[in-house]
């Protein structure tokens, strides 16, 4: 496809409304949907867009891999570049400087790229970077955290952060609903942040729903010894508690650290991500950790796919569609020991 021809693709793709859906679920996997919804999608590619198409070069720019689940964003990423013979997939060193990722964007522009994956540092600095690539020609899919104009992006992927409230506060109504004097606690991840905002409005908004509230709540910041400093700060403001919700695994060994020294366990706890180590302890059985809300590590690993389609002037194999939807947000089930063996081979490491 000629650069003048991706340009006006892009211009008409770009006013093009969402996707109908139509049988299946919202990837390219061979299976339908089974009667599990919580049930994790197949990581392999499949169905008519597996098959190998024009050879293309994508650029992929994240942050650094400064927990878990970052970590895994990348490490996805890699993995699904590597699956498909017909793409190059150039990787940027993660950073946190945006400076530093907003030149790593203008060398892939320079380099002509057929597309560019990006999860931002700062959704709002790297927003011009992102418009001088699409102005250019090259489909750009922003991950997880969105950029300030319609303009800079193809495509979005979301993870639902919203929902990942919505989620644990649902599981916590089930379990402690009729009981409308229970304590609620909430543990946060970094209070300025949107995400960690929409997080607490969904927690806030489920549990209205069931008479209940936050009757103690704390902010972290997302690593191991945040989570571990405000968990304690927590326990000793409240001596009796009945559920926690922790927003992020990772600052989750701390809390659970915290919880050990303190030597409470009348309560118990619903982790945020989904990672390995939080299943594990919800396999034993013995752990305070009864559940955790997923928000996928395989965003950029999808934008990757997406990317690819993008380039090749192809459509997502179970739409009814025959373009790649704007924006698609991916869904944040509650992990537990009824389904925890379904989610385990997906997760990432704290």
Known sequence: MSRSTRRWWLTVTALTSAAVLA???LSNDPETASADSDAPPEAAPAGDNAEPGEDVVIGFSGPAAGHGWMGAITQAAVEQGDQFEDVDLRVS??????????????????????????LPFDGAALTEVATQAMEAGIPVVNVDREFSSPFAARTTIL???YGMGVSAGTYICERLGDNPDAVVAEIAGIDSLPLTQERSQGF????????LEVSNRVAADFTVQGGESAASNLLQAAP??????????????GVLAAIENAGRDEF??????????????????????EATVIYPSTQAADGIRLARLLAQGRAMGDLVQVEVPREIQLYAPVVTAENVEQYLPYAFES
């Open 268 to 289: 118990f706890m619903v982790g945020g991500a989904g990672s390995a180590n939080m299943m594990r302890e919800i396999q034993s059985g013995e752990s305070v950790v």
């Open 159 to 161: 993870g639902d952060n």
């Open 93 to 118: 060193e993660g950073t946190d400087d945006v400076n530093l990722q907003i030149s790593q964007i203008e060398q892939f522009i320079n380099d002509d790229v057929d597309a560019i994956v990006v």
């Open 240 to 253: 009796e508690i009945d559920a926690i919700w922790n927003h992020d695994d990772d600052q989750g060994v």
């Open 23 to 25: 049988t299946g679920c």
């Open 204 to 211: 806030e908004d489920a549990l209205s729903d069931c008479g």
